[in-house]
């Protein structure tokens, strides 16, 4: 079978490789459709943290199931399926408490223990796999897994915080946050970003103010669209030095910052007002299962507004034109996803 490899830094190629032996509680996918996540962008760049070239791409993925083990009840031949890529042991500390995605002993696709998802076939536990009904479609449903990251972070605000929300960060998950918020009754959202297409794809998505942040004041717009109590949440996205000096200033009193991005260089910032307005700081890491049923839902609710999300669509064959496109950033782009 097909499979996308990044077989060095900046370099894709098609392999062929085997199929994969199914376990007796697995299920063979036969993929369509794989989506493009931040973190193989960084494979391609070859600065992710633990994934190392050469390695297969994707964990994002939709498909019918075309084989099941001899112990698997739950899906059969046929159904269109999507994955959660995470197993977890279920039985440590973490697991035990909730937070399969902090296992200490999970294994996620693109690892020695789990192929990529970017492959003809594609082998997952049952309990893992999850069936999409046919409003949502193979293509559409490629979004599950990163709308799951979306409403992981939304779950971290508080419900009496959700009324004005400041998106930091105009990119996929920005995108994706600022729809989830939309969908379940957020009042006013506002998102930034310094690219003009983010901003309009924000507006598109039912974003009440967007702020290019070369051009604006990022607090002064908040006190003009939310008033002096400024943000009740702010959730960031963005990776830019003074990102959380930013967050900080445009948040209200006693109120929630969600943290996502995956900021790695230290940085220095004022600490004074996390504890003088009682700003209650917290870290997002992708998903439980609970969040990922929860993104299904949200989906088949939606289809029309998280169809536009999906902005390119390229072959298996064409993977390296679609890894370029997003490195140079010269197109803009939401959601992009690879046809197997």
Known sequence: MKAAY????????????????????????????????????????????????????????????????CEVTKVSIGDKVTVLPLKSCNICKMCLEGYQQHCKNKIVPGTSKWLGAMAEYFNADEELVYKLDDAI???????????????????????NHRNNLLILGGGTLGILILTVAKQIGFRKVMVTDVINYNLE??????????????????????????????????????????????????????????????????????????????????GSLVYTEK????????????????EKLITHCYDIEQVQRAFEMMESKKEGFVKVVIKL
């Open 201 to 282: 794809v924000a507006l598109n998505c039912k974003a009440d103010r967007v702020i290019n942040v070369l051009k604006e004041d990022v607090e002064q717009a908040v006190k003009e669209e939310f008033g002096e109590e400024k943000a009740d949440a702010v959730v960031i996205t963005a990776s830019a030095p003074n990102i959380l000096e930013q967050a900080l200033s445009c948040v209200g009193t006693a109120r929630t910052i969600v943290y996502l991005s995956m900021i790695t260089a230290p940085l220095t910032f004022n600490t004074y007002p996390i504890v003088y307005k009682e700003i209650n700081l917290v």
């Open 6 to 69: 990044v077989e060095e830094k900046s370099k894709t190629a098609i392999r062929d490789i085997d199929v994969p032996l199914l376990g007796s509680k697995e299920v063979l996918i036969k993929t369509c459709y794989a989506g493009i996540c931040g973190s193989d962008l960084h494979i391609y760049m070859d600065t992710h943290a633990f994934r190392k070239p050469p390695v297969i791409l994707g964990h994002e993925l939709t498909g019918t199931v075309v084989e099941t083990g």
């Open 291 to 306: 969040d990922f049923s929860e993104a299904i839902r949200l989906l088949s609710l939606d289809v029309l507004n998280y």
């Open 137 to 159: 479609g193979l293509k559409l449903g490629v979004l599950a897994e990163p709308l799951a990251v979306a409403v992981h972070a939304i779950n971290k605000i508080p419900v």
